[in-house]
Nanobody, 125 residues
Framework: QVQLVESGGGSVQSGGSLRLSCVASGDTFRINCLGWFRQVSGKEREGVAALETGGNAYYADSVKGRFTITRDNAQNTLYLQMDSLKPEDTAMYYC???????????????????WGQGTQVTVSS
């Protein structure tokens, strides 16, 4: 099992920045892919960014050039640096981890088996 706890959400004005953090615990050494998703009430969950152990990163087109996903393996922590935030980035953001030994990684929710509780990001115009 893997437990994920997000933090760092909040309210910012358009053009501002936030950094989300996600601390992973449990059987993390078997996890290849970590990612960030977001969801607005009434809409489907959207993949934002994903990062695999080998260093390949994947981003949704809507955040490319603005968001950066990184991980600190020693601290079992995943980060999402969000710059040039827009009102349409407002959502609940979730951290996710792939299933143990699962080799694929993308921004599709089918590649993930563990989810955090979420942290709210609100961007005002």
């Amino acid at each position: 099992q893997v437990q994920l706890v997000e933090s760092g959400g909040g309210s910012v004005q358009s053009g501002g920045s936030l950094r989300l953090s996600c601390v992973a615990s449990g059987d993390t050494f078997r996890i290849n892919c970590l990612g960030w998703f977001r969801q607005v009430s009434g809409k489907e969950r959207e993949g934002v960014a994903a990062l695999e152990t080998g260093g390949n990163a994947y981003y949704a087109d809507s955040v490319k050039g603005r968001f950066t996903i990184t991980r600190d393996n020693a601290q079992n922590t995943l980060y999402l640096q969000m710059d040039s935030l827009k009102p349409e980035d407002t959502a609940m953001y979730y951290c996710a981890a792939s299933r143990p030994w699962y080799e694929y990684c993308s921004t599709s929710s089918r590649d993930f088996g563990f989810w955090g509780q979420g942290t709210q990001v609100t961007v005002s115009s």
